[in-house]
């Protein structure tokens, strides 16, 4: 008599609560894994800004640097015309204006193709956080010279001046203060306070010193 039960493949499939706790397991691991991508995207994305930052402060510190080894003795003439002239300001300031005023030397001019000297009044402000370095094409300007502006850092807080000259210091130095126009600082020391209590302290002798 022939059996009506169907033979048996021997093949067993996965019962509801085996395929629930697969998929638990998956869901887990898949966590995880997001979790760990995201990390190493948030690392990555913190050592691009810390790299950003310090590149910022690297600039910072060779303009001001090279600046000062540069600074002349040239007098700037007065913006109104009839202000004595001077040839280094320097005190801190309310945020927009300028905190340090001088004229350097060295601006290249290969074979006098341009119709300039080698010198430059340059100036360093804060406005909104930003460190602001002015370039002016000739030292005394008009309305019309052209200056280049370079913002060299963001996120300032503060900055603070000192001038050494023989053997003290001072935090303002007004170079037509009844003194020689030939007479500069030693040496000039540049403290710039930022967020997240960065600090960039910038120290160097004047080119210009007598």
Do not use: C
């Amino acid at each position: 008599m022939a059996s009506d039960r169907m033979p048996s493949s021997g093949q067993t499939g996965f019962t509801l609560l085996e395929t629930l706790v697969a998929l638990f397991i998956l869901s887990i691991l898949s966590a995880a894994g997001t979790g760990m991508l995201i990390g190493a995207i948030d690392t990555n994305k913190a050592v691009e800004r810390r790299g950003s930052v310090q590149q910022e402060l690297d600039l910072a510190q060779a303009f001001l640097r090279n600046d000062i080894a540069a600074l002349s003795g040239r007098a700037i003439r007065g913006d109104d015309g009839f202000s004595p002239p001077g040839n280094l300001f320097g005190r801190v300031v309310p945020d927009g204006q300028p905190f340090l005023t001088f004229v350097r030397s060295g601006w290249l001019n290969p074979g006098n193709l341009e119709p300039r000297s080698t010198l430059q009044a340059i100036e360093y402000r804060l406005e909104e956080g930003r460190l602001i370095r002015s370039a002016t094409l000739r030292p005394d300007s008009d309305p019309r010279t052209p200056v280049s502006e370079q913002v060299l850092l963001h996120s300032v807080k503060s900055v603070g001046l000192r001038f050494f000259r023989g053997d003290s210091w001072s935090e303002v130095w007004e170079g037509d203060a009844g003194q020689s126009l030939h007479v500069l600082p030693d040496l000039i020391e540049v403290e710039l306070h930022l967020e997240g209590d960065l600090a960039l302290s910038v120290m160097a002798l004047t080119g210009g010193r007598t």
